[in-house]
């Protein structure tokens, strides 16, 4: 089980299970873009995000109002609401995703597992973070640049166009882009 601390930067992915898709039509993007709007939105603020055929970076900050084990649970009912569809589907069982999805606060240059420093402490990995995010689908070579990716606040970064999943008032207070 992840741990994680109010007021906290985390890098939350996970990927297909044996890296196969977990998108398979432009649709599910979408779907799975609803819910992260449903489950993760109340808590935390959305800094970037990125959804690649086969796995998914989220960059958020958790809300000093988390409790417990809320994020978890609304984590865990993303991933099975979105695979229950995926299922039906495509006419397949199982899971879809790796069984652990990874949780990330940094530290200077040193990524660990469990928070050790808040926010408003040294921000170097949260912005490498944010700029590897925004890259994953041009070094995949699905783009040339990372605005053109559909699936990633990359886009909205660039003023390309306009969503409010993330929070861009508090990625600039934070200075990650």
Not at 77 to 102: D, M, V
Not at 157 to 169: G, K, T
Request: aromatic share 14%.
């Amino acid at each position: 089980m992840m741990h994680f601390a109010p007021e906290t930067i985390y890098h939350i992915y996970n990927q297909g299970n044996n890296r196969q898709p977990i998108f398979f039509q432009r649709r599910n993007y979408y779907f799975f873009l609803g819910k992260m709007r449903a489950y993760l939105l109340p808590h935390v603020d959305l800094l970037c995000y990125c959804l690649m055929p086969n796995h998914f970076h989220f960059l958020v900050q958790t809300k000093p109002t988390l409790e417990g084990k809320a994020l978890n649970s609304s984590l865990g009912i993303l991933l099975r609401t979105y695979t229950r569809a995926i299922n039906r589907q495509e006419e397949r069982s199982g899971s879809l995703f790796r069984q652990h999805t990874k949780a990330k606060a940094g530290a200077i240059d040193t990524i660990v597992d469990y928070p050790i420093l808040p926010a408003q402490s040294d921000l170097f990995y949260a912005r490498q973070c944010f700029h590897y995010i925004h890259q994953n689908p041009v070094k995949a070579g699905l783009v040339r640049q990372p605005g053109d990716w559909p699936f990633s606040s990359a886009a909205d970064y660039a003023n390309w166009r306009r969503s409010s999943l993330c929070n861009r008032p508090l990625t600039r207070q934070l200075e990650l882009f």
